[in-house]
């Protein structure tokens, strides 16, 4: 069965150093992936997506992640936090009938 | 471009009572969920639905649970007779064939009193 691991609740950075939310997937084939962020009080928006094309995912706002099959890993980076990326992210990998599998969730919390 | 529509965007009900959460999909999705995320907690696969049956189910989704697409349209997510658990956002997503993205709703925030 698919699974991921978020292994951070919370992490909180300094605005303009560098952002590493971590993810590690369980899974019996190679995987899609996806990193989701939810600000407060709002609704799930998709940041990027691993497909098995590209290892390294470009994804909006600056975010980007690396599929790295040997440590089963897909961890969220950006070089410089911005104080709105301040927000709840989300590992995703799909099971099953497309369903998906959330992590526990990340939540980013950017100091000025 | 095309999104996913859910209303009403909040919804308060007394315990007991039944309520409709509603889902407008986008028109040429086929596959259809609701996954809920109650305060606090990570977001849970609720049901999955496609060629108007239910594909899969989780534990959560029991007999107080039902989903329908009654028009081609709407995808509805009702629950026969609310708990104080049942309080909790609720989102609303599709993807088409082949296609494991899947494109949320803004969620219904259901608070059962």
Known sequence: AQSVTQLDSHVSVSEGTPVLLRCNYSSSYSPSLFWYVQHPNKGLQLLLKYTSAATLVKGINGFEAEFKKSETSFHLTKPSAHMSDAAEYFCVVPSGTYKYIFGTGTRLKVLA | ?113
């Open chain 2, 1 to 113: 471009e095309p999104e996913v529509t859910q209303t009403p965007s909040h919804q308060v009900t007394q315990m007991g009572q039944e309520v409709i959460l509603r889902c407008v999909p986008i028109s040429n999705h086929l596959y259809f969920y609701w996954y809920r995320q109650i305060l606090g907690q990570k977001v849970e696969f609720l049901v999955s639905f496609y060629n108007n049956e239910i594909s899969e189910k989780s534990e959560i989704f029991d007999d107080q649970f039902s989903v329908e697409r009654p028009d081609g349209s709407n995808f509805t997510l009702k629950i026969r007779s609310t708990k104080l658990e049942d309080s909790a956002m609720y989102f609303c997503a599709g993807n088409g064939v082949g296609d494991y993205e899947q494109y949320f709703g803004p969620g219904t925030r259901l608070t059962v009193t």
